[in-house]
């Protein structure tokens, strides 16, 4: 009666060794499928800058690095002489309205060959 006890036990065990291999078989083919779908992503543009406690601005050096792993589908609202506006000098700085933003509406889809 043992002997059928363990043999039932391991038959047991391989069964459920066999489910734990298939569930992580499936689980790898789950994160090799390429995802697809869009993102509307809209953020403050202009020259690179911290407005401290209250934003950034990206511009040519932040900017692409927000954008890495994604396509962008369309702008809506990009005007790309804002991308290039110079920083402006510490005189005009009380003059400048950093609570006043561009933010144009990017549209953007997940880089296929970053995912493959």
């Excluded at 038959?11 to 734990?20: F, G, I, K, V």
């Excluded at 020259?47 to 809506?76: A, E, M, T």
């Excluded at 400048?96 to 060959?113: A, G, W």
């Amino acid at each position: 009666s043992s002997s059928s006890s363990s043999s039932s036990s391991s038959s047991q065990l391989d069964c459920s060794c066999e489910e734990e291999e298939s569930k992580e078989e499936s689980e790898e083919e789950e994160e090799e499928e390429i995802i697809n779908g869009i993102a509307f992503f809209s953020v403050p543009i202009g020259s690179d800058l911290l407005v401290w406690n209250l934003h950034r601005q990206y511009g040519q050096l932040r900017l692409p690095l927000l954008f890495k792993g994604w396509d962008i589908l369309d702008r809506i609202g990009w005007e790309e002489n804002r991308l290039l506006l110079p920083n402006k000098s510490l005189e005009n700085e009380k003059s400048y309205n950093f609570r006043k933003t561009y933010n144009p509406v990017f549209v953007l889809s997940p880089s296929i060959s970053d995912q493959l």
